[in-house]
């Protein structure tokens, strides 16, 4: 069965610029990774599940901040792994203190003992060009389709 997440990439202008706000997983498995672990607010949705009310809710389940305002549609890309990704771009701005969920997991390893984590440990906005270094490299196609939405002035790469 295929798997399918929905998302919110929130963005500001600061002049001629775009910034998005991006989060980085939390967990053992991610502390020490920075270049390409970073993501759009997003997570998984069931089948028959309104798409943009998932990403609504995944996005304050990761940050505690309820998004409002205009919702614009970016479209669909398939990951990798098979993963089917919607998101929506979202002009507003977030602070970077965020409050998260949290999942539980062994840790260490094969210790029987149970650790939660936050989902999310920490969130920034970043330049465009700082972006498309630090996602996650199967979501750089949301940010193109944002700048050619949106237009940026640095959108030379």
């Known amino acids: 069965m295929q798997q399918s997440s929905a998302g919110l990439l929130m963005f500001r202008r600061r002049g001629r610029e775009l910034e998005v706000f991006l989060v980085h997983p939390g967990g053992p498995f991610w502390q020490k990774k920075d270049i390409g672990a970073w993501s759009i607010p997003k997570g998984e949705y069931l089948n ?4 943009l009310a998932a990403a609504k809710r995944e996005f304050e389940e990761e940050t505690g901040v309820k998004p409002e305002g205009e919702f614009m549609p970016l479209g669909k890309v398939r990951q990798a792994g098979g993963k089917v990704v919607t998101v929506w771009a979202l002009e507003g701005d ?3 203190a965020i409050r998260s969920n949290t999942f539980s997991m062994e ?3 094969k210790s029987g003992q ?3 984590f936050p ?5 920034h906005w970043f330049p465009l060009a700082e972006a498309r270094v630090r996602i996650n490299k199967g979501q750089i196609e949301f940010l193109e389709r944002l700048v050619a939405r949106f237009g940026n002035a640095e959108a030379g790469k």
């Open 119 to 123: 989902e999310v440990d920490r969130a």
């Open 94 to 96: 977030c602070p970077t």
């Open 114 to 116: 149970k650790r939660e």
């Open 48 to 51: 028959g599940e309104d798409e």
């Open 107 to 109: 840790w260490p390893p």
